[in-house]
């Protein structure tokens, strides 16, 4: 599972970024820095992840032009055991999603007899990183 979870002692400017990310409320944002929560969990490949997965990116892009930004990447089973991923951490994780999600439309393909030969392979989708 993937976690966002804003740093402590945000601004209310870094409030209104994380709102524009997340869709939480003020109160709800002001009391996941408190707490140190997450206010956006993800499970990869779960029924969402089309969306899921653009949205990861989109973090990963603010991330990486927003220095500092009011939020961190964790990930793990719960919050509570949640490893923290550093900006280039977290995108070499999302080109492993990447990776993974490209082999299984690869295996689909070929068990559905679409193509021969995993070379006769073409993505299903664009790329989303």
């Known amino acids: 599972m993937i976690f966002l979870v ?3 002692s945000i601004s209310v400017r870094d409030i209104a970024k994380l709102r524009k990310l997340c869709g939480n409320s003020i109160s709800e944002i002001k009391q ?3 707490q140190r929560k997450p206010v ?3 499970e990869p490949f779960t029924s969402n992840w089309d969306a ?18 009011p939020f961190e990447v964790f990930e793990g089973d719960s919050p509570d055991n949640a490893e923290f991923l550093s900006p ?3 995108y ?4 492993s999603l990447r990776e993974i999600e490209l082999e ?15 070379e006769e392979f073409q993505p299903h989708d664009q790329d989303w990183l």
Do not use: H, T, W
């Open 32 to 34: 996941a820095s408190e």
């Open 88 to 90: 280039e951490v977290f």
């Open 104 to 118: 299984q439309q690869r295996q689909i393909d070929l068990e559905m007899g679409y193509i021969n030969d995993s």
């Open 40 to 42: 956006v969990e993800i």
């Open 52 to 69: 899921d997965k653009v949205y990861l990116a989109k973090l990963y892009r603010f991330l990486a032009k927003q220095a500092p930004a």
């Open 92 to 95: 070499n994780r999302l080109v």
């Open 6 to 8: 804003p740093k402590q």
